[in-house]
């Protein structure tokens, strides 16, 4: 297939090595003002890819979304009208809310909704670890991509395990409830997703997973929140020696997702009327982080 990755971030590079090794014809979109961005996945051979090149573009077959959650509505709108209307698009970002602001815009396309629970660190501007081994969900958004869920087997033929989820809502409520309870106590914390599993931080994450759990079930996605926790941990002890994707924005003084991942949460819980006083303490400690820098810098 042709495909155009929207964002090569570390999520984004890993995807885009693989496909290429499985025999995709993989262009990149990114920031780099460069012809060709170069990657080089756990010490392996450098692949070059195009980047920014509009004839790729042209020609996809798929676009996969791995930007940043408050990219995503700025960067992909002036792509749109290079593509073709058979082109599918595929959302594999952290976070709920940025597709229902595009909606009017890309309907008429076959739209995906992904989630993923790979860890992957970007060590220099072309070299990428992957930290953590997940897996990948995929699912229908609109009526014309419940009939894409073939993309489901290209992406396992080229990355396993990636499953087709026809209510993938659930998956996507289960793995913002994961990120809810992970990212923002590292960022804030200063440590790996393993750290998270000392007692001490053991009440809060329960709280989190907790609150989280009542809206979605508010909006009529059933989650557990004994088992959400125990997934959580799950996912704790899986990537623990990675630095979530919170942690690596804060650290490095980039905007976080805080706002499509707990600030999800806490709009929904307002629309509802639910007490989220554990989510609604760390969203202000985030968006406090990231006030001090603009005050400072
Ligand atoms: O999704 C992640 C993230 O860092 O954003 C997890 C699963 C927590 C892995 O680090």
Known sequence: MNITILGPGAIGSLYAYKLHQAGHRVSVWGRSPQDTVVIELDG??????PNCDVTSLK?????IVTLKAWQVELA?????KHLNSD??????????GTVEHLATAINHHPVLLGTSTHGALRLSSSQVRHTGLGQTFIGPWNDKGSRCSFIADVLDHAFKPVAWNSEIQTALWSKLVINCAINPLTAINNCQNGGLAHKDYQQQIAMVV??????????GV???AEEMLDTVYKVIHATAQNYSSMHQDIY???????DYITGYVVSISKRYGIAVPTNLALYHQIKQIESSWNQHD
């Open 44 to 49: 392996g051979s450098a692949i070059h890819f």
């Open 59 to 63: 020609a996809s077959d798929l676009v």
């Open 76 to 80: 992909l709108k002036p792509l749109l």
């Open 87 to 96: 082109a599918i698009l595929l959302f594999l970002h952290n976070g709920m």
């Open 210 to 219: 907790r609150e989280a759990t009542e809206c979605a079930n508010q909006v």
């Open 222 to 224: 059933v989650l557990k």
């Open 252 to 258: 490095n003084k980039r905007q976080s997702e805080i």
